[in-house]
């Protein structure tokens, strides 16, 4: 006998799983899977410019994308959170590996499938909401690439934070998880741009994953006048890419100690 | 087989709840697991079945170390907690859902105990009363057949029929393959079901034997006079005279009543060692 993995028991592990939690998991994607029809789909449906449509996009990737992933993603290991249910799933016989890959497995099929409707109702919504407007007249954006890949990055590690919360903490783990996560971003962010201030003579905005954005003087005209020059830094593209490569690290890693934790995981 | 080697466990290092505990526990026996509340009964059946991580020593169960949870080793014992939980699903789902798992689960078997401790089928695990849901999760574990079948204070919650029920369906499954090893305070429910006792205290193992050893190295009776009262190892005031555990040097046959037994062994512990060891 396999000790390690068995895909017929892996399955059989898949099936107890949305068994088990299978109406918790329709659920929530029903509701956020909803939530993001509500915000897209008014774009397509009007036949005037609608100022607050393009807001309603954007608006999506955190309240729908980022939200409701994390949501979903914090839910993974709840069977380990209290002594009852630990035991019961701890002692079901399957190998730590298939239990991992079961939660792995679902998580993964809703962070993309919630992203990829996005994606797609996105560009869907702006094409069609631009078709029924008037040729001459205002029209909708789609979300600029950079920013989308900013977000990805955000997505990538915040899922992998979460995954990880949810073995990690017995109670509130969503909100641990949530607060932990809010203070890493906000110390890397200014730990980031007081490092970058102390290497060059501007005030930077040195926010992880984007290209820097710079703002230096030039010149002072007497007596207080101060002239500024405003640029982005843009990365080699290699380097560029390197970087949009550090939020799967960051989540390997993640999902390697939420690994380990459910190894450990002790009742 | 279960064996222990030099046990030590407890939820610090520095507050251990036993130390150096060795024992072997052989196949075909039941084995009562007694012990005052805190000394350590949950968490040892724990540590068994890889629930628990012991400090230090080694545990070996049907030559699996617990503590790695393979599924060889958990097809091949099954645990029943104090507290229980079961999916909110009716019996033929949780059948279908689990059963799987186990390669050696009757279900026929299974069919039979649910009947036998009257348990309605088509009603909901989560909507059943703490007992029922007790018995459907024995009634599982007991089909299942596992060679290592751990129960953690298994009748709590039983009614007196079931609990009745309960040593009668056990003992009718063991085979000589098969280890059963129940932890109860309520010793009474253990009565003429296991056939080898453990008592655990203050950290260590104070007796291990078969109970045919036991009515051979004590006498449980009545005794009649002050006199003899002073050389029992526990006594309690009767109608006639004092209800007595003592040692048994004229090889008299007696029934061993796991109470008396327990509070001997609790209130004479040095005692009840030199005469096991004798």
């Known amino acids: 006998m396999n000790q390690t993995f068995d895909l017929q028991r892996f399955t059989i592990l898949l099936k107890l799983n949305f068994v088990e939690k299978g109406r918790n998991y329709m659920l929530t994607s029903g509701l956020f899977i909803g939530l993001l029809f509500i915000l897209l789909v008014p774009t397509a449906l009007s036949d005037e410019f609608?100022?607050?449509?393009?807001?309603?996009?954007?608006?999506?990737?955190?309240?729908?994308?980022?939200?409701?992933?994390?949501?979903?993603?914090?839910?993974?290991?709840?069977q380990y959170t209290s002594p009852s249910t630990g035991i019961a799933a701890t002692l079901v016989p399957g190998s730590i590996l298939e239990k991992f890959l079961t939660a792995l497995v679902v998580y993964l099929c809703f962070s993309v499938l919630l992203l990829g409707m996005f994606l797609a109702l996105h560009y869907f919504t702006i094409d069609l909401g631009n078709s029924r407007l008037p040729e001459n007249g205002n029209k909708y954006q789609y979300i600029p690439k950079p920013m989308l890949w900013y977000f990805a990055c955000i997505y990538i590690i915040s899922q992998g934070a979460f995954f990880l919360g949810s073995i990690y903490f017995s109670k509130f783990s969503y909100l641990k998880t949530a607060g932990i996560l809010?203070?890493?971003?906000?110390?890397?962010?200014?730990?980031?741009?007081?490092?970058?201030s102390r290497l060059v003579d501007a005030s930077v905005n040195s926010v992880p994953f984007v290209p820097w954005q710079?703002?230096?003087?030039?010149?002072?005209?007497?007596?207080?006048?101060?002239?500024?020059?405003?640029?982005?830094?843009?990365?080699?593209?290699?380097?560029?890419?390197?970087?949009?490569?550090?939020?799967v690290l960051v989540m390997l890693g993640l999902w390697y100690i939420s690994f380990l934790r459910l190894k450990e995981k002790e009742f | 087989m279960i064996h222990l080697d030099k046990l030590t466990f407890g939820y610090s290092k520095h507050k251990k709840l036993f130390e150096n505990l060795s024992m072997t526990l052989a196949p075909g026996h039941i084995y009562g697991l007694l012990g005052k509340n805190g000394a350590g009964k949950s968490s040892l059946l724990r540590n068994m079945a890889g629930l628990l991580y012991p400090l230090e020593g080694k545990i070996e169960v049907n030559g699996y170390e617990p503590k790695k949870r393979q599924p060889g080793f958990l097809q091949d014992v099954f645990f029943i907690p104090e507290e229980i939980y079961l999916p909110p699903f009716n019996i033929s789902k949780y059948l279908s859902?689990?059963?799987?798992?186990?390669?050696?689960?009757?279900?026929?078997?299974?069919q039979q105990f649910i009947r036998e401790f009257e348990i309605p089928k088509d009603n909901k695990l989560t909507d059943m009363s703490y007992g029922q849901k007790k018995k459907v999760l024995i009634s599982f574990a007991l089909a299942a057949n596992t060679r290592v079948l751990i129960m953690d204070e298994p009748t709590n919650g039983l009614d007196i029929p079931s609990?009745?029920?309960?040593?009668?369906?056990?003992?009718?499954?063991?085979?000589?393959?098969?280890?059963?090893?129940?932890?109860?305070?309520?010793?009474?429910?253990?009565?003429?079901?296991?056939?080898?006792?453990?008592?655990?205290?203050?950290?260590?193992?104070?007796v291990q034997h078969s109970m045919d050893t036991v009515s051979e190295k004590l006498y449980f009776g009545t005794l009649v006079n002050d006199e003899d009262n002073l050389r029992a190892l526990y006594s309690e005031p009767s109608l006639r005279g004092f209800k007595a555990v003592t040692e048994n040097t004229e090889q008299l046959d007696s029934r061993v009543d796991l109470e008396y037994l327990f509070n001997a062994a609790i209130k004479n512990?040095?005692?009840?060692?030199?005469i096991f060891n004798s």
């Open chain 2, 269 to 274: 512990p040095v005692r009840i060692k030199e």
């Open chain 1, 50 to 78: 609608l100022p607050y449509g393009a807001v309603l996009h954007f608006m999506a990737l955190p309240l729908v994308v980022l939200l409701g992933g994390s949501v979903f993603t914090s839910s993974m290991f709840s």
């Open chain 1, 214 to 247: 710079v703002s230096a003087a030039i010149t002072k005209v007497p007596p207080i006048k101060l002239l500024r020059a405003r640029y982005i830094v843009y990365f080699p593209e290699m380097v560029q890419y390197m970087i949009y490569a550090l939020p």
């Open chain 1, 182 to 196: 809010f203070l890493t971003f906000v110390l890397t962010i200014v730990l980031s741009s007081w490092l970058t």
């Open chain 2, 163 to 206: 609990k009745s029920q309960f040593r009668k369906i056990v003992s009718s499954v063991l085979d000589p393959d098969r280890i059963i090893l129940i932890s109860t305070h309520q010793v009474r429910d253990l009565d003429s079901l296991i056939d080898h006792i453990i008592i655990l205290e203050n950290s260590e193992i104070l």
């Open chain 2, 97 to 110: 859902v689990l059963s799987p798992f186990y390669p050696k689960f009757d279900t026929e078997q299974f």
